[in-house]
């Protein structure tokens, strides 16, 4: 039975640098494509990165060229690093993987940026 757990995140000004991590446990991440999704206050859930198990990125463009991420995979663990932060990626961060028909997802982690 795996699980992933987040850490990171918190209070900000705009501008700002943050990263969070999603560390598998049970889980071989390092074999699993890894996407990171948001929810701000009464909006939906969006999709804002992924990294899949070759190595390959893609961002939303509301992200793209601020966001980061990247893979340990002695420690499991996928990090996000969020440059030039905007009061609009404010909300609570998401990691998720897809294993043999189940999704994990981690507890989530809340941004909050400030102007």
């Known amino acids: 039975q795996g699980q992933l757990v987040q850490s990171g995140g918190g209070l900000v000004q705009a501008g700002g640098s943050l990263r969070l991590s999603c560390t598998a446990h049970?889980?071989?991440?390092?074999?699993?494509?890894v996407d990171w999704y948001r929810q701000a206050p009464g909006l939906q859930r969006e999709w804002v990165t992924g990294l899949t198990s070759y190595g390959t990125t893609d961002y939303a463009d509301s992200v793209k060229g601020r966001f980061t991420l990247s893979r340990d995979i002695d420690s499991e663990t996928v990090y996000l690093e969020m440059n030039s932060l905007k009061p609009e990626d404010t909300g609570v961060y998401y990691c998720?993987?897809?294993?043999?028909?189940?999704?994990?997802w981690g507890q989530g982690t809340q941004v909050t940026v400030f102007s």
């Open positions: 998720t993987t897809l294993v043999r028909g189940y999704d994990f």
């Open positions: 049970g889980i071989l991440l390092r074999n699993e494509n």
